[in-house]
């Protein structure tokens, strides 16, 4: 059974850099796409971008000076790093794995609030 | 990038009855590439539907999934009190993964 797990700090001020990690179990690392998706308080999904087992990586537009994803297969865990948080980025940041089939995320974590804020 | 517009904003409906719920993307998408996502409070997400219209073993045949090109439809047959929630389509294209913003099945 594929499980994801979040793990990272609850709070930031404003400008700090965000890491938050992501531990995979009962899945192979490869033929995914290792997906962070973020959430704001009472709004929609908004896709952040992923890693692909093969190192490629790509990003949501409005993110991608602020973001990168990383992978480390030997630990089965995945990490978010965004830089210069500001208030609207507080959100529920989620770790999915999409197929590379029919691009859709079968296996989500249960999500972690990230609050930023002075 | 892709935009997906669902409708209706929300839903108002009663157990028993049928929810249509429609996802329009602002070009076709390709591959058939939509998914649906079922959503309750606290929760993650739940995929539903994949490649528009096939079923997880785990999801129950009231829900339908249909549609190609730029219109798709997720069709709930009889309303179960476990299914008020929100639904979001999501669709995939060159790299990109975007979301609908979600539509909100209440009683």
């Known amino acids: 059974q594929v499980q994801l797990h979040e793990s990272g700090p609850g709070l930031m001020k404003p400008s700090e850099t965000l890491s938050l990690t992501c531990t995979v179990s009962g899945s192979s690392i490869s033929n995914y796409y290792w997906t962070w998706i973020r959430q704001p308080p009472g709004k929609g999904l908004e896709w952040i971008g992923y890693y692909y087992h093969s190192g490629n990586t790509n990003y949501n537009a409005s993110l991608k000076s602020r973001v990168s994803i990383s992978m480390d297969a030997s630990t089965g865990q995945f990490s978010l790093r965004l830089t210069s948080v500001t208030t609207a980025d507080t959100a529920v940041y989620y770790c999915a794995r999409s197929d590379s089939l029919d691009y859709f995320f079968d296996s989500w974590g249960q999500g972690i609030l990230v609050t930023v804020s002075s | ?107």
């Open chain 2, 1 to 107: 990038d892709i935009v997906l517009t669902q409708s209706p904003g929300t839903l108002s409906l009663s157990p028993g009855d049928r929810a249509t719920l429609s996802c329009r993307a602002s070009q076709s998408v390709g591959g058939s590439y939509l998914a649906w996502y079922q959503q309750k409070p606290g929760q993650a997400p739940r995929l539903l539907i994949y490649a528009t219209s096939s079923r997880p073993i785990d999801i129950p045949d009231r829900f339908r999934g249909s549609g190609s090109g730029t219109d798709f439809t997720l069709t709930i047959k009889r309303l179960e009190p476990e299914d008020f929630a929100v639904y979001y389509c999501q669709q995939y294209d060159n790299s990109v993964w975007t979301f609908g913003q979600g539509t909100k099945v209440e009683i």
